[in-house]
């Protein structure tokens, strides 16, 4: 049975055994029937309850003649993502900026939680990532069926040719729509090795130094990973930008 960390363990004592009945009722088996949680769930769940408390405590203290430290930052993260999707998607990008800010604020806090002593980043672990990337799929396909209806399903047949004889677009067609699904099949994976993969090796680096020295030089990786953790989070949400954008587009 792996070593797991101690809030892992909290939550094993409390919830592992309901949580093996719910398994098991769904016709999952767990690996460790006493210990069913995982480290990276219990850290997305610390996650998610630590930002609800922040939202929770934000909604509380909003205020238009004096706004907070905590509001401004806030604001701050919202006004720069209303201006990453409103430069790619246009006008109309309003929206779609809540997903894509929690999004973004959610990856970067499960980026940083590993630096703390006693956690580690959730999505350090591939399966964390997936799911991410999977929200992110969903997401922009249901936005195209939104603004265009059945009309969306014609992205996959690609772009449409004026005065192209029948056959031909037949041809086209049929051509096209192996590749436009294995481009958007391919998103999930581009998103989740991207994300996962750099998080894992800051996290490996970071502990590999503090194992060797664990004085001076591991700070210097440390505000590597920073920098790393910020970028990605901000590469996810871009990407996610990207795609709602051409799922939306007015040719569509």
């Not at 509001?71 to 998607?89: A, C, N, T």
């Not at 991410?132 to 209806?149: P, T």
């Not at 004026?162 to 958007?184: Q, T």
């Not at 503090?210 to 970028?231: E, K, Q």
Request: proline fraction near 7%; charge should be negative; aromatic fraction near 14%.
């Amino acid at each position: 049975m792996p070593e797991q960390l101690w809030f892992t363990k909290i939550l094993n004592a409390f919830l592992g055994a309901p949580m093996t009945a719910l398994l098991r009722m769904i016709h999952i088996e767990p690996k460790y029937p006493s210990q069913p949680i995982t480290d990276s769930f219990a850290m997305e769940l610390l996650v998610f309850f630590f930002l609800l408390a922040i939202f929770l405590i934000l909604r509380s203290r909003l205020s238009v003649e004096s706004p907070g430290g905590l509001q401004h930052s806030f604001e701050g993260i919202e006004g720069f993502v209303l201006g990453q999707s409103h430069e790619i998607i246009g006008h109309h990008s309003e929206p779609y900026t809540p997903f894509f800010a929690i999004i973004f604020i959610f990856i970067l806090v499960c980026n940083l939680i590993g630096l703390i002593p006693g956690f580690e980043s959730p999505t350090g672990v591939s399966r964390v990532p997936l799911g991410c990337a999977i929200c992110a799929f969903i997401y922009y396909h249901a936005q195209g069926f939104k603004h265009s209806g059945v009309k969306y399903l014609l992205h996959f047949f690609g772009p449409p040719m004026e005065g192209m004889p029948l056959i031909a677009r037949i041809f086209l067609a049929a051509l096209m729509l192996p590749i436009e699904m294995v481009s958007h099949f391919a998103r999930l994976l581009s998103l989740t090795v991207r994300l996962w993969a750099n998080i894992f090796a800051g996290d490996l680096i970071t502990l590999v130094f503090f194992s060797m020295i664990p004085l001076g030089v591991p700070i210097i990786f440390m505000g590597l990973h920073i920098v790393v953790a910020v970028l990605q989070a901000y590469v996810f949400m871009l990407l996610s930008i990207i795609y709602v954008s051409g799922a939306v587009a007015e040719e569509h």
